[in-house]
């Protein structure tokens, strides 16, 4: 049995956050976040994680022509739960009306997406399940240290989401081939350390105090190097050669990394997806929410075959080889949608910025 990409959903949040924005409260400047990384703006959420996930998950469920009850396995790719008891995807499954769905969170950081879809190829080409969601979701922005310049700048949220289901023929597409792994010989150039259960609680402001660890050359060099290796270990692995692929949709972390990656890997005839301008670093969603733009914007086109590829904390690195079916069109529609925000995108986070930029005094 082979399976296929059969629908297709993303969910961003309407607040828009400028380099300008960013200034107001961190020394930073536009120039030197275009010039460092590509990005624009990017997206602060004003809604829990499961619920741009969700989002995301009924609109791929609606492109796939499918029914929320239809689905029988939901995979969260994350590393900002709501909650960790009970997972995120519990939320999900609720929120999203997927009744007969098992669901669980997939922590791979930026890499997740890679991971979950892996899971969701081996769901359905073993026969135990028909219809798979794989969702990655963040909600970035409530783990970010405001007062950390080098790591503030770089983040955004959003959720992405795609449909697996079996492919019968040629014109529905295949997911060919994936290579993820980790290198956690690398795992000290970026951490969020003492998060977690290894966190003392009793220590005041303990859930406030996320410095991050965070070499960004070391990243930028190590990550340009994992995506390149896992992409053409999966390209072989699909039996097809480097001529054959037509996109390339690398996570989206700094636009100079998406192109150094495109050197090293000289793809001749691949066209690669660039959003990062708009979103930042979404983690686990720039993939799913790249891939809807990319369709969105005419960049996809049906029966074209693709290489997405991501790397991030572990250092977990993953790549897929991935047939797209004939049809780029949506099956269904839904009117899912976030609540709207009554105010800025900077407003979303005051409550940080108080405690961040202007001293933990002023929180009551
Ligand atoms: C983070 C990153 C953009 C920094 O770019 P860089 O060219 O390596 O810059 P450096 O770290 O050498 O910093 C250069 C200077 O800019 C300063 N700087 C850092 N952040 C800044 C900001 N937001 N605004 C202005 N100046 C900043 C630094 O303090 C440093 O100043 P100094 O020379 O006076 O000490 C880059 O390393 C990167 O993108 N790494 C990968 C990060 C990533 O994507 N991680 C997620 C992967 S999943």
Request: proline share 3%; net charge negative; hydrophobic share 40%.
């Amino acid at each position: 049995m082979k399976s296929t990409i059969t629908g297709w959903g993303k969910c961003v949040p309407d607040n828009v956050v400028t380099n300008d924005d960013m200034a107001t409260f961190i020394d930073t400047s536009d120039e030197w976040i275009q010039q460092r990384t590509g990005i624009k703006e990017r997206r602060f959420s004003h809604v829990n994680n499961s619920d741009m996930a969700s989002v995301a998950g009924l609109r791929a469920i609606a492109t796939a022509g499918l029914q929320p009850e239809d689905i029988d396995v939901v995979i969260l790719a994350t590393c900002t739960p709501d909650s960790i008891v009970p997972s995120a995807a519990s939320h999900v499954q609720k929120k999203m009306g997927c009744v007969n769905a098992i669901v669980y969170d997939v922590n791979a950081a930026c890499a997740g997406f890679l991971y979950a879809m892996q899971q969701a190829k081996a769901f359905i080409e073993s026969g135990i399940y028909k219809n798979a969601v794989v969702i990655g979701s963040e909600h970035i922005t409530w783990l970010l240290d405001w007062s950390d310049r080098n790591t503030a700048v770089l983040f955004g949220d959003g959720a992405g989401a795609m449909v697996v289901q079996e492919s019968n023929d040629e014109s529905e597409g295949e997911i060919y081939s994936f290579k993820n792994g980790l290198s956690s010989d690398k795992l000290a150039i970026l951490e969020v350390p003492n998060f977690g259960s290894a966190m003392n609680r009793f220590t005041p402001y303990a859930a406030a105090e996320t410095t991050w660890t965070f070499d960004g050359q070391e990243i930028f060099k190590n990550g340009i190097r994992a995506m390149g290796n896992a992409s053409e270990e999966a390209i072989a692995a699909s039996g097809l050669t480097k001529e054959d692929i037509d996109l390339l949709i690398p996570h989206q972390a700094n636009l100079r990394i998406v192109e150094g990656l495109e050197r090293n890997l000289k793809l001749p005839n691949a066209k690669t997806l660039k959003y990062v301008h708009k979103y930042g670093n979404t983690s686990a969603a720039s993939i799913p929410t790249a891939f809807v733009d990319g369709i969105e914007d005419g960049s996809i086109k049906g029966g074209e075959t693709m290489v997405i590829t991501a790397v991030g904390a572990g250092l977990a690195w993953g790549a897929a080889a991935i047939k797209l079916g004939q049809r780029v069109t949506p099956l269904g529609e839904t009117d899912a949608a976030l609540p709207e925000f009554d105010g800025t995108g900077v407003d979303v986070i005051q409550e940080s910025i108080d405690y961040f930029v202007h001293g933990k005094k002023e929180i009551q």
